[in-house]
Structure formats: structure tokens, C-alpha cells
């Protein structure tokens, strides 16, 4: 018996919407249909986004200080940071350092003295805000010498976009959860659906579960108690 040697299986969005309808025993049959679907799909994006972090949508960044220049704006499709360090040196292979930035809340950036003090940051304020998402230093970064923030951010993950021959910006082993999730998504909207709901919903969160746990960091992780004492 001959065994296929290739792995390369993917569903774009026109045959993930084909497999949704299937599921919640409904036909896709017009142009409608196609379209309410995809803003389900987007709908959906969203609500993973809302459910944790997605490594696939992991990117490293940096942002080169500017003298006395606390504020700086970040892409517009930036969730969160992950990481933030300073860079000192930076492209010197003898001499580049890194270290870590702490994040500081809103509280603890309002109740800081004196927000214009100078000097090497060492702290970070991050505002989530609806568009234009942006990082506060402190200190102010002084004209010593060139500091660079380098951080992995967050991003959200990409539309659906208009043709049905498009792929999703989400890894292979999360199609199940797409397909199930849309499939629970579209017999919402269906009356005709409602009563396979409670059997979609239970296979979508059932399909993210394996995808979002298969989908984490596997390196290793050590606790040290500390009792307060030296």
C-alpha cells in the first residue's frame, strides 16, 4: 500500500467555511453566506486573542532612544509586550549589554516624583491604548550615549481578507479549532442550527484545549522559595 510522503494539508478559508457549514449541517450557498462567515472568522481571531498568548504572533522589535524623549509609539497592531530590555552599545560585539526594563503600572509611573529626571531607564509604563499602543521610560534617556529598547511583542493576528483562496495567519495544527470554532459560530446564526449548538460548542472549546496546549512554551521553568531571610 502506497503512504503519501508529503505533509503540506492546509484548508483555505474558502474550504474552512465550506467544513463549518457541513458541520452545523447547513450549506454555504451564497455570497452572503461566504462573507458572514468570514467576519465570524474575524470575530473569532479576536476572541483567541482575548484568550491567551498565540506564539505564532510573536515578533521581536527595537526603538532607538532619543534624548530626553520618554514617550514612543508602538505599531498599531500591537497587543502587549512581552519582554522590554535596554540595550546599551548596541551592534558593539565587545562592548553590547542587555538588561531588563522593569514594568511599572499606571499607579506606580503617577506616583514617580519627578517624571523628567535624566538618566539611564531603568523602568517601563506601557499604555494599551485603542490605537497607536505606546511605552513610557523612566529615567528620561540622557544624552550620555545611544540606548535602545529591544522587546517581543504581541500582535494581533491578521484579517481574513476578501478571497476565499486566502489562508489564515494561524499555524496548521489550529485549522481543527478554526473549523469548529466557525462551525459554533455560524449555527448561532442559524435557528435551523440551534440544536446542534451545545454539541458545537463543546467540540470548538474541546479543539482549542489540544491546539492551545500543544501551542506553549516548553522550556523549562524553576520555582526558588524565599523566605525573606540572608
Not at 8 to 29: C, D, Q
Not at 81 to 97: F, I
Not at 136 to 143: A, G, H
Not at 205 to 225: N, T
Request: with cysteine; net charge negative.
Amino acid at each position: 500500500m502506497a503512504i503519501a510522503t508529503t505533509n503540506t494539508f492546509n484548508l483555505n478559508i474558502g474550504e474552512i467555511v465550506e467544513e463549518a457549514y457541513e458541520r452545523a449541517g447547513l450549506e454555504a450557498r451564497t455570497g452572503y453566506d461566504y462573507r458572514t462567515a468570514r467576519r465570524s472568522i474575524d470575530m473569532m481571531m479576536l476572541e483567541w486573542q482575548n484568550r491567551g498568548m498565540n506564539l505564532w504572533t510573536i515578533e521581536s522589535g527595537t526603538e532607538t532612544c532619543v534624548a530626553d524623549t520618554s514617550t514612543y509609539t508602538l505599531a498599531d497592531d500591537t497587543i502587549d509586550l512581552m519582554e522590554a530590555h535596554m540595550r546599551l552599545d548596541a551592534g558593539d560585539s565587545s562592548n553590547q549589554t542587555d538588561y531588563q526594563l522593569t514594568r511599572i503600572s499606571t499607579t506606580m509611573y503617577a506616583d514617580i516624583p519627578n517624571k523628567l529626571s535624566t538618566g539611564q531607564p531603568t523602568q517601563i509604563w506601557i499604555q494599551r491604548l485603542t490605537t497607536t499602543p505606546q511605552f513610557t521610560l523612566w529615567p528620561v534617556p540622557d544624552d550620555t550615549q545611544t540606548y535602545t529598547v529591544v522587546f517581543f511583542r504581541i500582535r494581533q493576528i491578521y484579517d481574513s481578507g476578501e478571497p476565499g483562496s486566502n489562508n489564515m495567519d494561524v499555524p496548521k495544527r489550529f485549522i481543527p479549532a478554526l473549523v469548529s470554532g466557525l462551525a459554533y459560530y455560524i449555527a448561532m446564526k442559524k435557528p435551523e442550527s440551534a440544536e446542534r449548538l451545545p454539541f458545537l460548542k463543546q467540540e470548538y472549546e474541546e479543539q482549542w484545549r489540544l491546539a492551545s496546549e500543544e501551542d506553549r512554551v516548553k522550556a523549562a521553568f524553576r520555582f526558588v522559595p524565599w523566605t525573606g531571610y540572608t
